[in-house]
């Protein structure tokens, strides 16, 4: 059975400190792994990796992938309030299916 | 760019009763997704489509049935609702399989 699971479930921090998002997986015919960030409500796409160790940056957020140990992490530096939100990991398997995480509940506090 | 819409945003129904959960793209994609959020268990695939006219089942399909007559639309129905049907449905939708999903805002049912 294909399976991705995230750590921490839920994490809270302080505005400012940097924070690491683990994703681990165990699938066939993997293709890819995508970061989604949900707000409200619907999910946003940030990073999609499918090379092991190219780092992926945007702004504050980078992520990297190591397809031998079969994980990836997600690393915010200086956090803002605005942060705060669910971060989803998936993993792209052949027939354009996605197999989601639980989801990281990240909470910055002022 | 109105981009994935779906209707309705919230619905309560009780267990038996049917219902259709639309989900509409302006964005000429191919390959669109239904699925469902539960606290605890990320999202998870009910059913999705390749095209027009194609369906396909995912990871928890039981219970639901989908249908795309035109290529623009994917609808989501329940015949007789259950109680563990209560989630949140999301549609998505990609233009050729690549990974870049766009989501809809997502619909809460609540089945009593």
């Known amino acids: 059975e294909d399976k991705v699971v995230q750590s921490p479930l839920s994490l809270v921090v302080h505005e400012g400190d940097t924070v690491t998002l683990n994703c681990s997986y165990e699938v066939t015919n993997f293709r890819s792994l995508l970061w989604y960030k949900q707000e409200k409500k619907a999910p946003t796409f940030l990073f999609m990796l499918?090379?092991?160790?190219i780092e992926k940056k945007s702004g504050r957020l980078s992520s990297i992938l190591d397809k031998k140990e079969l994980f990836s992490i997600l690393n915010i530096t200086a956090t803002q309030t605005g942060d705060s939100a669910i971060y989803l990991c998936a993993v792209a398997l052949g027939a354009q299916k996605l197999v989601f995480g639980q989801g990281t509940r990240l909470t910055i506090n002022p | 760019n109105a981009g994935v819409t779906q209707t309705p945003k919230f619905r309560v129904l009780k267990t038996g009763q049917s219902m259709t959960l639309l989900c509409a793209q302006d964005?000429?994609?191919?390959?669109m997704y239904w699925y469902r959020q539960d606290p605890g268990m990320g999202l998870r695939l009910i059913h999705y489509s390749v095209g027009e006219g194609t369906t396909a089942k995912g990871e928890v399909p039981d219970g639901y049935n989908v249908s795309r007559l035109k290529k623009q639309n994917f609808l989501l129905g329940l015949e007789s609702a259950a109680p563990s049907q209560t989630s949140v449905y999301f549609c998505?939708?990609?233009?050729?399989?690549?990974?870049?999903?766009?989501f809809g805002s997502g619909t809460r049912l609540t089945v009593v």
């Open positions: 964005m000429n994609h191919e390959y």
């Open positions: 499918t090379s092991s160790g």
């Open positions: 998505a939708s990609t233009k050729d399989g690549s990974y870049g999903y766009t």
